[in-house]
């Protein structure tokens, strides 16, 4: 089974700035994508920045230039760091890892989410 614990997440002032960070744990062959994704109230979840092993990253055209997602392999975490902070960027974020455990199953795991609310 694999875990992933967040932190980070609290209340911020419009043009604020927050670091999120989730680590994994539980026995992995690979990790091979983490990111973060954030549901606001009444909407789906989106995908807000991922990352994969080769540092490759992909965001979401709303946080581009605001929001920097990074890995510590070593370490199993992924951070976010979301500079001038928007009231829309208010909302639920969800870290997400998914790659290969034992005997070759590929797994797609969840943390419990962190709440960001940027205040006007």
């Known amino acids: 089974q694999v875990q992933l614990v967040e932190s980070g997440g609290g209340l911020v002032q419009v043009g604020g700035s927050l670091t999120l960070s989730c680590t994994a744990s539980g026995i992995m062959f690979s990790i091979d994508v983490m990111g973060w994704y954030r549901q606001a109230p009444g909407k789906q979840r989106e995908l807000v920045a991922q990352?994969?092993?080769?540092?490759?990253?992909n965001y979401a055209d709303s946080v581009k230039g605001r929001f920097t997602v990074s890995r510590a392999n070593g370490k199993n975490t992924v951070y976010l760091q979301m500079n001038s902070l928007k009231p829309e960027d208010t909302g639920v974020y969800y870290c997400n890892a998914q790659g290969i455990r034992t005997f070759a199953r590929p797994y797609d795991a969840w943390g419990e989410g962190t709440q960001v609310t940027v205040s006007p």
């Open positions: 990352i994969t092993s080769i540092n490759t990253a």
